[in-house]
């Protein structure tokens, strides 16, 4: 049996991972002097790195393991499901039991007449998926100029070609020629960096209508949908002001435009609900879905179909279109025990009535630091802001992220992973995080944002410079 265990030197593992490795989002040269951080094992909501260092994993790995580490049911699951059937495909009417059954359980848990699930490996190929079915859908409905998706900037949807385009990450956009033709992004909800002197309503109603306008410059007859995550993760945690959902909901219904919400942070409990479409009030035509369906156990993504959208598709002949892996029969089974743990433990009852507003609580008392302008969450997320200058929301004067990523070294040293966005330091903590655990989570961010503090201020670099506290 091959047992992948820590036999070398962590010199030895960075070495030869800068040697042969290629990181996502990592900047190579800087890694290879640094040396890449190794994680060897992992319990409950603790990391344990190669030189037996122990951290608090506030980030739940990416967004992803809602569960905790560690459940052997899930191992367990993937073992039997691999001695029975570990491979076959969906293509050409075949099926298997294991996709079966989580299309039927996913369908049950997902709202309204969101009944029909395309299985994909992951988020970004989920919405590649959503690209090519909303457009083919209007195709069917003989509405072919139906092609324009509109998204928003600062969105991050995947890292596919199709899903960076739908994403509005601009350092992603120039790498590779993006975004695709016919996507179009508007502006985010984000009142803190850009809500100015409006208030939080009447900026989340501003932002809404930019859907409006774009709509009415683009002509109804070639917009196909528009797609949005429920709360903003990777852009920031941006929690949008109360008054945005109900107004981009009107407007796709007005206009005749499909609602995807991009669900793959949001669904499986994060918010307290099955899916943040249903803790924000938003009636989507589309779901896409990842991460936590698994707890990041085993990949699997995919978009889950209103009965409409579906009908259509299925009368319209060959979808010409899907993966090798599309509902992997021990990934199916994995996210299958997932969902039943997630269930008969009271996950998003903890989330929704015990840890969510402890949480709330705690993290909004990280606002009594002078360099914190806001601390926000919603469920298992939160996003606080550094400033120089609360009452302003002033950005730093030194390039976006200096304070964030000095910030997020200091957290690894303390035994805490939480990540920045440029000058937000984000949280997304397994679900199960208990209140002594969101007290230690706290108290270690408390005194990781103070050490930064202090040395911000050594270095002369705690002053307000011209723009708003920024986050790109
Ligand atoms: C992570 C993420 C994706 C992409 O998922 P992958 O599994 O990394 O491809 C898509 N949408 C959102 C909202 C995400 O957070």
Same mark, same amino acid.
């Given at each position: 049996?091959?047992?992948?265990?820590?036999?070398?030197?962590?010199?030895?593992?960075? %070495?030869?991972?800068?040697?042969?490795?290629?990181?996502?989002?990592?900047?190579?040269?800087?890694? *290879?002097?640094?040396?890449?951080?190794?994680?060897?094992?992992?319990?409950?909501?603790?990391?344990?790195?190669?030189?037996?260092?122990?951290? =608090?994993?506030? /980030?739940?790995?990416?967004?992803?393991?809602?569960?905790?580490?560690?459940?052997?049911?899930?191992?367990? #699951?993937?073992? #039997?499901?691999?001695?029975? =059937?570990?491979?076959?495909?969906?293509?050409?009417?075949?099926?298997?039991?294991?996709?079966?059954?989580?299309? &039927?359980?996913?369908?049950? +848990?997902?709202?309204?007449?969101?009944?029909?699930?395309?299985?994909?490996?992951?988020?970004?190929?989920?919405?590649?998926?959503?690209?090519? +079915?909303?457009?083919?859908?209007? #195709?069917?409905?003989?509405?072919?100029? *139906?092609?324009? $998706?509109?998204?928003?900037?600062?969105?991050?949807?995947?890292?596919?070609?199709?899903?960076?385009?739908?994403?509005?990450? @601009?350092? /992603?956009?120039?790498?590779?020629?993006?975004?695709?033709?016919?996507?179009?992004?508007?502006?985010?909800?984000?009142?803190?960096?850009?809500?100015?002197?409006?208030?939080?309503?009447?900026?989340?109603? /501003?932002?809404? %209508?930019?859907?409006?306008?774009?709509?009415?410059?683009?002509?109804?007859?070639?917009?196909?949908?528009? !797609?949005?995550?429920? $709360?903003?993760?990777?852009?920031?945690?941006?929690?949008?002001?109360?008054?945005?959902?109900?107004?981009?909901?009107?407007?796709?219904?007005?206009?005749? $435009?499909?609602?995807?919400?991009?669900?793959?942070?949001?669904?499986?409990?994060?918010?307290?609900?099955?899916?943040?479409?249903?803790?924000?009030?938003?009636?989507?035509?589309?779901?896409?879905?990842?991460?936590?369906?698994?707890?990041?156990?085993?990949?699997?993504?995919?978009?889950?179909?209103?009965?409409?959208?579906?009908?259509?598709?299925?009368?319209?002949?060959?979808?010409?279109?899907?993966?090798?892996?599309?509902?992997?029969?021990?990934?199916?089974?994995?996210?299958? @025990?997932? =969902?039943? !743990? =997630?269930?008969?433990?009271?996950?998003?009852?903890?989330?929704?009535?015990?840890?969510?507003?402890?949480? #709330?609580?705690?993290?909004?008392?990280?606002?009594?630091?002078?360099?914190?302008?806001?601390? &926000?969450?919603?469920? /298992?997320?939160?996003?606080?802001?550094?400033?120089?200058?609360?009452?302003?929301?002033?950005?730093?004067?030194?390039?976006?992220?200096?304070?964030? +990523?000095?910030? %997020?070294?200091?957290?690894?040293?303390?035994?805490?992973?939480?990540?920045?966005?440029?000058?937000?330091?984000?949280?997304?903590?397994?679900?199960?995080?208990?209140?002594?655990?969101?007290?230690?989570?706290? @108290?270690?961010?408390?005194?990781?944002?103070?050490?930064?503090?202090?040395?911000?201020?050594?270095?002369?670099?705690?002053?307000?410079?011209?723009?708003?506290? @920024?986050?790109?």
């Amino acid at each position: 049996m091959t047992v992948i265990a820590n036999h070398l030197p962590t010199e030895e593992l960075q %070495r030869l991972d800068a040697a042969h490795h290629l990181h996502p989002f990592t900047a190579g040269a800087e890694l *290879k002097a640094k040396g890449a951080r190794v994680i060897t094992r992992a319990e409950g909501v603790f990391l344990t790195d190669s030189d037996g260092n122990r951290m =608090l994993d506030a /980030m739940a790995g990416l967004w992803c393991v809602n569960i905790g580490y560690g459940r052997k049911e899930l191992a367990e #699951a993937a073992y #039997a499901q691999m001695l029975q =059937l570990p491979y076959y495909n969906t293509f050409f009417q075949t099926t298997h039991v294991p996709a079966i059954a989580l299309a &039927k359980r996913l369908a049950d +848990l997902a709202p309204g007449d969101l009944n029909h699930v395309f299985f994909a490996g992951s988020g970004s190929e989920a919405n590649d998926t959503n690209i090519r +079915l909303v457009r083919h859908y209007w #195709a069917a409905m003989g509405k072919p100029g *139906k092609r324009v $998706i509109i998204s928003r900037k600062n969105a991050y949807h995947g890292s596919t070609m199709g899903g960076a385009s739908l994403g509005g990450m @601009e350092p /992603m956009h120039e790498q590779g020629g993006l975004p695709l033709p016919d996507i179009v992004h508007i502006g985010q909800p984000h009142w803190y960096v850009e809500g100015g002197d409006m208030s939080p309503e009447a900026f989340g109603l /501003m932002r809404a %209508r930019e859907l409006e306008e774009a709509i009415g410059r683009l002509g109804e007859d070639r917009v196909a949908a528009f !797609i949005a995550e429920p $709360i903003q993760g990777a852009g920031g945690v941006i929690i949008p002001p109360d008054s945005y959902w109900p107004e981009i909901q009107r407007i796709c219904d007005a206009h005749d $435009i499909l609602l995807i919400a991009d669900e793959v942070i949001t669904g499986f409990g994060r918010t307290g609900a099955w899916f943040g479409s249903q803790a924000l009030g938003i009636r989507p035509d589309i779901m896409t879905i990842a991460k936590g369906v698994t707890s990041g156990y085993q990949p699997l993504g995919g978009s889950i179909v209103a009965d409409g959208v579906a009908e259509v598709v299925n009368e319209a002949g060959d979808f010409n279109h899907g993966y090798t892996y599309s509902g992997h029969p021990v990934a199916a089974a994995v996210a299958l @025990e997932n =969902l039943r !743990i =997630l269930e008969e433990e009271h996950v998003l009852a903890h989330v929704r009535d015990v840890a969510g507003p402890y949480l #709330a609580e705690e993290w909004a008392g990280l606002a009594e630091h002078p360099m914190v302008g806001e601390a &926000k969450s919603f469920g /298992m997320l939160g996003g606080l802001q550094l400033t120089p200058d609360k009452r302003t929301r002033a950005a730093f004067d030194a390039p976006a992220g200096t304070v964030g +990523l000095r910030c %997020r070294e200091i957290c690894f040293r303390n035994g805490l992973v939480m990540r920045h966005v440029g000058d937000r330091m984000i949280i997304s903590p397994p679900l199960v995080i208990t209140a002594a655990e969101i007290d230690l989570l706290v @108290e270690r961010a408390w005194a990781s944002i103070d050490e930064a503090c202090d040395q911000i201020k050594a270095d002369g670099l705690f002053a307000a410079g011209p723009g708003v506290s @920024e986050n790109a």
